[in-house]
């Protein structure tokens, strides 16, 4: 069973308040199981009175998707992300950007009990580093993304249907500001602060790869953090939907691989892309990084 990621919010002083990480009780998907698996209905009123449930479920707004149209290189669903919290990816991406700039600029040997050897501040600055994944993900998915329901054949629906345009180039614009140089870069704050593992430790899964020997390698948490936005973008399968719905609606962006460049929708504020700096070069092809 996975659990949520916790919900972290930003104060109004601008601090981190992990009060509400999760929630309690029963929530609307846990009232329509127990009525779907366990409901008494009258008989040969059965497949009428659930199919009734899950109409009143899908107009609530639930939907349920499998982790195989959830995860992976070959998911599309715009909203179908996992540990993600919040309905809406762009609003969830800054929320967790926040913490991650606050938490950034906190860092000290008092993350860590102090008893523990300092080599596992490298752990920690990683998964800081890199906290804002799963909200990339979510919102990479709006790009090229398509959004769709499960149903019966008999049942009222419609097919596969793209993210708005304007949607999508929100999301694209937003992605590509992740590729500046103050977003890929680890604060010098955190990187005084960081030791290679003590004697007889070593690196773990959590750790990042380095080129600089037993020392963490800077550069290497550049080039993870542009591969995180990079390969979300340039995924195939990603510019193949670009492509097509390019085709089908000008509106929408153009894959890098399409004969035309696309215009934003009227009122949408153009595309732009930052310019390739130093930090923005890729320094290693071994691919690392927390799940």
Known sequence: MDYP????????EGGLDLTAAYGTGLGPWDHFLVAHAYGRFDAGDEERALAELRREAAESGLSYLSDEDAQGPDAAHADA????????????????????????DGFSRGVLPPDRQTGEL????????????????AVARLVGGVRYAYGLAGEDGQGARPVEAATQHTALTRLAEL????QLALPRTVLDTLTPPAIRYGRTEQYLDT???????PFEAVRVATALVTEHLLDPARLNRLAWQHAADPGTPASPTSSTRSSPPPGAAPTRYPRKSPAERPYSTRRTGPS
Do not use: P, S
């Open 122 to 137: 490298e752990e920690r600055a990683v998964l800081l580093h890199l906290l804002h994944r799963h909200e990339v993900t």
């Open 5 to 12: 990621h916790a919900r972290i919010r930003v104060t109004e």
């Open 81 to 104: 992300v996992t540990w993600v919290t919040g309905a809406d990816a762009l609003q969830a991406l800054e929320t967790m950007l926040r913490v991650r700039r606050i938490a950034l």
């Open 179 to 182: 590729l500046r140089a103050e």
């Open 211 to 217: 080129g600089a020997g037993r020392i963490f390698d």
